[in-house]
């Protein structure tokens, strides 16, 4: 029987981390991309990682708009990636909430982050191996789930991650800043070298990100 090789991959954030955070985003029309974002995901894919995303979204298990409404969205936000070179392959989502308003969705499940549920799931169906794999959120609960898993590591590098952050836990990056670190990590010192020369040339280095304002949004943080 032929064995099957499992691909590394990186598995973002949606909300705050592809997009600006803009409290239950539902409309394409409202859809904007960070700054960085795109020659991030390009140099990650140029270095054989495979891309996915894994989002709450608990404004479905609220009652805020339909299921149906959030694949729409997730079609249209792979739609606009893969024009610019870009393919996610998958998004998954938890529309669960333990204190949904619609039956169907208000119960406390495996999938909604920081559980490793959707990781697990996406892995599971494409052929991830979580053991080569980065967690990326803009949230301290996308860098919970992905050490759960024992093999990914999150790595939130926008403004929440600030936030939230624990003394010592590090400065936070950009978007390139972020795709740094993973190719440094991967690829040991020379890596380090390459991908640090790029990233301060495209400025991810500086605290905070590239213009990344997630940390205006408090209140989301508890609903999301």
């Known amino acids: 029987m032929e064995k099957t090789t499992l691909s590394p991959a990186i598995i973002l954030d ?10 239950y985003l539902i409309r394409f029309e409202d859809f904007e991309v960070l700054p960085g974002v795109e020659e991030a995901l390009k ?12 989002t709450n979204q608990s404004g479905v298990a609220r009652g805020m708009f339909p299921l149906e409404k959030v694949l729409e969205l ?23 909430h333990p204190e949904g308003s619609v039956s169907e969705y208000s119960r406390d499940c495996d999938c909604r982050k920081p559980k490793p549920g959707m990781l697990l799931d996406l892995a599971r169906r494409h052929g991830l191996d979580l053991s080569r794999s980065y967690m ?15 093999g990914v590591a999150g ?29 440094g990590r991967a690829e040991g010192p020379a890596g380090r070298r390459r991908g640090g020369d790029r990233a301060a040339r495209a400025g991810g280095r500086r605290r905070g990100g590239a213009g990344v304002r997630v940390g205006e949004r408090d209140r989301a943080d508890r609903l999301a």
Do not use: S, W
Request: proline content about 4%; aromatic content about 4%; charged content about 35%.
């Open 14 to 23: 949606r909300d705050g981390t592809l997009h600006r955070d803009t409290h």
């Open 43 to 54: 140099i990650l894919l140029e270095k054989g990682y495979r891309l996915f995303a894994a």
């Open 74 to 96: 997730n079609t249209k936000i792979r739609g606009y990636f893969l024009e610019k070179g870009i393919n996610i392959e998958d998004i998954a989502i938890c529309p669960h």
């Open 136 to 150: 990326v959120g803009d949230h301290p609960r996308d860098d919970r789930e992905g050490r759960r898993m024992g």
């Open 155 to 183: 790595r939130h590098g926008q403004d929440h991650g600030r936030r939230h952050a624990r003394p010592g836990q590090g400065e936070q990056r950009g978007p390139v800043g972020v795709a740094d670190l993973v190719v």
